[in-house]
């Protein structure tokens, strides 16, 4: 099933590398998202990528560096934070800090209470909830 499924997507990319080539000047231009999501799907079959750049008539390099390149705007020391529906949290400057140009979290709960907290304090005990630690 995954020869076939391999087999049914190198046809699709043959026929819309043809249709890529005929419409698009021969100025660069970035390869379609329909094209690069089935190369996406053969890296997930594990089909041998020179072999099929050759069929595809799409450079073996093109295909690597798609397949080689990080994701943008992705930085993995940051906490990943899941966000939940509830109360609403927003970061600004209070209204008695405006002055004094520190930031506030301003948290809106469903029923409608609005709890300003201080930058700092908000901060740390977010990280202390990401380590697990209780902070009540």
């Known amino acids: 099933m995954k020869t076939q499924r391999a087999n049914q997507l190198i046809d699709e990319i043959q026929e819309l590398t043809r249709q890529y080539h005929s419409e698009v000047s021969s100025v660069r231009k970035p390869w379609p998202k329909s094209i690069k999501s089935r190369i996406q799907e053969l890296f997930s079959l594990d089909v041998p990528v020179k072999a099929t750049a050759r069929k595809i008539d799409i450079p073996y390099a ?18 990943a934070l899941t966000i939940q529906s509830g109360p609403t949290v927003t970061v600004g400057p209070s209204l008695e800090e405006k002055t004094n140009r520190g930031l506030t979290v301003t948290v809106r709960t469903p029923e409608g209470y609005i709890l300003e907290i201080p930058e700092s304090i908000a901060v740390k005990t977010i990280l202390e909830l990401q380590r697990g630690i209780s902070c009540f």
């Open 62 to 79: 093109t295909i690597m560096s798609w397949r080689l390149k990080p994701k943008k705007n992705i930085k993995s020391e940051f906490h």
